[in-house]
């Protein structure tokens, strides 16, 4: 039933070895998001696509990176990640139908940096 | 820019008690509020959903919430809860297009 899937939920990764996160939809929906969350604080948009337009927050590090090959599919590249880069990533879709609609999160993958 | 306010970064309650969050929203036009809950290392789920019409909006779980235009708030209740109530508490913003910005979160402690 899960309808946002993010795989892995829990990734290790070496200080400077570069990363991929995962996400999958079966939601059919256009538009997709990548937050970022440290503990005890909220998350914080990192990049979203709407369709195949991609749009950087300004302040997301030019570390952080993304893809979306097709609908069902987005990816979060972290290029060399850092002890500072340990978060849980949640990914969000949501359908823009002109009102806006709610976003529906995955279960997040939490990153170690180690 | 638009913004979202939630002033308690924490609150304890006692089961079968009440509950309010709050939460403030700084935006131009009439905006799209969200309130969300997030379970120790799991994603957010959507409790309920502003776009329009009646300000009081009843969620899931048995939480409701009430937009207030004058006030530029949107708080959250719930009459009597629960001891799995406990969890981290997100109030969210939208605007027309595609982002979403959260407030800073309120974790909800519910005593026996």
């Known amino acids: 039933d899960a309808m946002v899937i993010q795989n892995p939920r829990y990734q290790v990764t070496q200080f400077g070895k570069p990363v991929t996160l995962s996400c999958s939809q079966t939601?059919?929906?256009?538009?997709m998001y990548w937050y970022q969350q440290k503990s005890s604080q909220a998350p914080k948009l990192l990049f979203h696509y709407y369709d195949k337009d991609f749009n950087n927050e300004a302040d997301t590090p030019d570390n952080f990176q993304s893809r979306r090959p097709n609908t069902s599919f987005c990816f979060l590249d972290i290029r060399s990640p850092g002890l500072g880069d340990a978060a849980m990533y949640l990914c969000?879709?949501?359908?823009?139908?002109?009102?806006?609609?709610?976003?529906?999160f995955g279960q997040g993958t939490r990153l170690t940096v180690v | 820019a638009q913004s979202v306010t939630q002033p308690d970064i924490h609150i304890t309650v006692s089961e079968g008690a009440s509950l309010e969050l709050r939460c403030n929203y700084s935006?131009?036009?009439?905006?799209?509020l969200f309130w969300y809950v997030q379970s120790p290392g799991q994603g957010l789920q959507l409790l309920l959903k502003y776009f329009s019409g009646d300000t009081l909006v009843q969620g899931i779980k048995g939480f409701e919430a009430e937009f207030k235009r004058s006030q530029s708030s949107f708080n959250l209740r719930k009459p009597s809860v629960h001891w799995s109530d406990a969890a981290e508490y997100f109030c969210a913003v939208g605007e027309i297009g595609n982002d979403m910005r959260f407030g800073a979160g309120t974790r909800l402690t519910v005593k026996p």
């Open positions: 939601l059919n929906h256009n538009v």
């Open positions: 935006y131009g036009a009439t905006p799209y």
């Open positions: 969000a879709t949501r359908q823009d139908r002109g009102l806006n609609t709610e976003a529906f």
